[in-house]
């Protein structure tokens, strides 16, 4: 099982702290961690950090965590991932989603209806382009050539490069069928071992279909690594997946959300993102139980967190992503290598 990290978020930009986070990647580098995945909300980009650790790094892989379809159009993706996988000696990682709608309609300005269509059409139109052909599409979103104009079909100046892997973040069924059927990797949130199937079973279906198997696809999933307490590590996590259950979407449309329903949380789900809807958001974060903050983290002692790992190896993950904690980065940087010595033990 391989370990990778993530850097940004939501507020990244705010602190303005790029450069404590490129040394605490470095240094993640040297311990081993096999990828590092930049998020893009609506803060800082994901693509432009990545640019810059491409020449401060060596060997740990560059992923976008993710770029949101919405923001760009598919040839622009294509152009910037053809040039970041040639800046960094082949070790982007393209990772994609389809946001949600306050963020697509909201930032924006697009539409964020049929967004498993706008994702396929997408990917198709990257192959197109990665595998060095001439960019002619036509689907429902996407027109290569504009029809009526004076465009023609392009073929990118830059090298084909078919072997960029493509990873998609997904959580709506359809969406995670898609996943087992094309990606190369799934960027898993709202996971838990012990209801593994409310994702996995769906993307070894859409495997299954195209031929493939799950053992094709690097599926990455992980949370927050702390030692001590479980139940006192457990609280200052609530407030977070409140947000994700309450704010990461739409009162009619929260991928998170339906997820952790569908994965044993129904009653909590719906409680506290009513709770955090209404303003309550403190009482949204007390009606976070400990157990599903447990089931969706690594915490405890040494014995607890080597008992996640082995859960989360045995349900399927190939790549555990981790979020350590400690009060600094050299903190940060003690947990995560006590977390990857105990990867090493299990593997």
Do not use: C
Not at 13 to 26: L, M, N, Y
Not at 176 to 204: C, Q, V
Not at 291 to 308: F, H, I, P, S, T
């Amino acid at each position: 099982m391989k370990v990778s990290i993530g850097i940004g978020g939501a507020a990244s930009g705010a602190r303005r702290d790029f450069h404590e986070q490129v040394a605490f990647v470095r240094e993640a580098e040297k311990l081993g961690v096999d990828s590092v995945w930049s998020a893009e909300a609506w803060g800082q980009d994901a693509v432009t950090p990545l640019g810059f650790l491409a020449a401060r790094t060596e060997r740990i892989r560059l992923g976008t965590g993710i770029m949101q379809i919405s923001a760009r159009t598919p040839s622009m993706t294509a152009m910037t991932a053809l040039t970041l996988a040639a800046l960094s000696g082949d070790r982007f990682l393209l990772g994609l989603g389809a946001s949600g709608p306050q963020v697509v309609e909201g930032l924006q300005g697009r539409p964020f209806k049929a967004p498993l269509t706008r994702m396929r059409e997408t990917v198709d139109i990257l192959r197109l382009a990665f595998a060095g052909e001439r960019i002619a599409y036509n689907g429902r979103f996407h027109q290569l050539p504009l029809p009526g104009g004076e465009g023609k079909a392009l073929r990118l100046a830059q090298p084909a490069n078919p072997h960029i892997p493509i990873y998609l973040a997904t959580l709506a069924p359809n969406a995670l069928r898609y996943t087992g059927e094309a990606a190369d990797g799934w960027l898993g949130t709202s996971f838990t071992p012990e209801h593994a199937d409310a994702h996995l079973k769906l993307i070894r279906e859409g495997a299954q279909a195209a031929g493939r198997g799950l053992d094709d696809i690097d599926i990455q999933a992980g949370g927050t690594v702390a030692f001590g307490d479980p139940q006192a590590l457990a609280q200052p996590l609530k407030p977070g997946i409140a947000f994700t259950l309450g704010a990461m979407g739409s009162a009619r449309t929260n991928f998170y959300n339906d997820a952790f329903k569908r994965g044993g949380w129904d009653a909590v789900a719906r409680r506290a993102q009513a709770l955090w809807l209404a303003g309550e958001r403190a009482e949204a974060a007390a009606a976070i139980p400990d157990e599903m903050v447990l089931q969706a983290n690594l915490l405890g002692d040494e014995a607890a967190v080597r008992g996640r790992l082995r859960a989360y190896r045995d349900a399927g993950v190939t790549t555990l992503r981790l979020s350590p904690a400690g009060r600094d980065a050299h903190a940060r940087l003690d947990t995560l290598g006590r977390a990857l010595e105990l990867v090493a033990a299990i593997a």
